[in-house]
């Protein structure tokens, strides 16, 4: 039973152009939710995140969207760059402290095409 | 240190045999976590220790699979009688507070 699920396995965008990724979840006792951004032979590494009171949350080129109502979730990287190119995992947890585990969707391969 | 540590970075077993990951987290970093990644797929939580106590080892797939922290740093996931099923890359992250630090991860290749 998947939790987290993020259903485009791969993505292709045009260097400059918006770069697109959903997520949804079926567990209502989700209420923090984070992107991260894996490297080939690295470990993934913390984009953003969005607590359950916003619906939206913006860091740069980075803007992440939450809608409760249709638990779903997006993130919008604009403009996308080469070195966007990575696998972009949705992860969610119940609640924010120390200590509680992240629940991760299975990824999306983002290419960005100079 | 500058990060979470993780070592070997590769490992081949043959099937059957025993198996020691090892994390260093960051220095001073309460919660260790780790995660396992099989191919294609995104990481699932194995287990979690808050300083030297294990509070949660929800996740581990089987009573072949032992995590430890003795000293409340330095954390060993065993394996015993390795699996093929077992090949995945295991990954460890440290936090103190809210927000991972993860390494980069044991490929474990069990043959």
């Known amino acids: 039973d998947q939790q987290v699920k993020q259903n485009s396995p791969s993505l292709s965008v045009q260097e400059g152009r918006i770069s697109i990724l959903n997520c949804d979840y079926t567990n209502s006792m989700f209420d923090y939710f984070l992107w991260y951004k894996k490297y080939p032979a690295e470990g993934p590494t913390f984009l953003i995140s969005?607590?359950?009171?916003?619906d939206k949350n913006e860091d740069g080129r980075f803007t992440v969207f939450l809608n409760k109502s249709a638990k779903h979730l997006s993130l919008h990287i604009v403009p996308s760059q080469p070195g966007d190119s990575a696998v972009y995992f949705c992860?969610?947890?119940?609640?924010?402290?120390?200590?509680?585990?992240?629940?991760f969707g299975g990824g999306t391969r983002v290419l960005v095409k100079p | 240190g500058a990060g979470v540590s993780q070592s070997p970075r590769y490992k081949v077993a043959k099937r059957g045999q025993d198996v020691a990951l090892r994390c260093d987290p960051i220095?001073?970093?309460?919660?260790l976590f780790w995660y396992q990644q099989a191919l294609g797929q995104g990481p699932e939580f194995l287990t979690y220790?808050?300083?030297?106590?294990?509070?949660?080892k929800s996740g581990l797939p089987s009573d072949r699979f032992f995590a430890e922290r003795p000293e409340g740093s330095v954390s060993t996931l065993k394996i015993q009688r390795t699996q093929q099923e077992d090949s995945a890359v295991y990954l460890c992250?440290?936090?103190?507070?809210?927000?991972?630090?993860f390494g980069s991860g044991t490929r474990l290749t069990v043959v």
């Open positions: 220790f808050q300083n030297e106590a294990q509070l949660d």
């Open positions: 969005i607590s359950s009171i916003k």
């Open positions: 992250a440290s936090s103190q507070g809210y927000g991972y630090t």
């Open positions: 992860a969610a947890s119940e609640g924010k402290a120390a200590g509680n585990k992240l629940t």
């Open positions: 220095s001073g970093h309460v919660s």
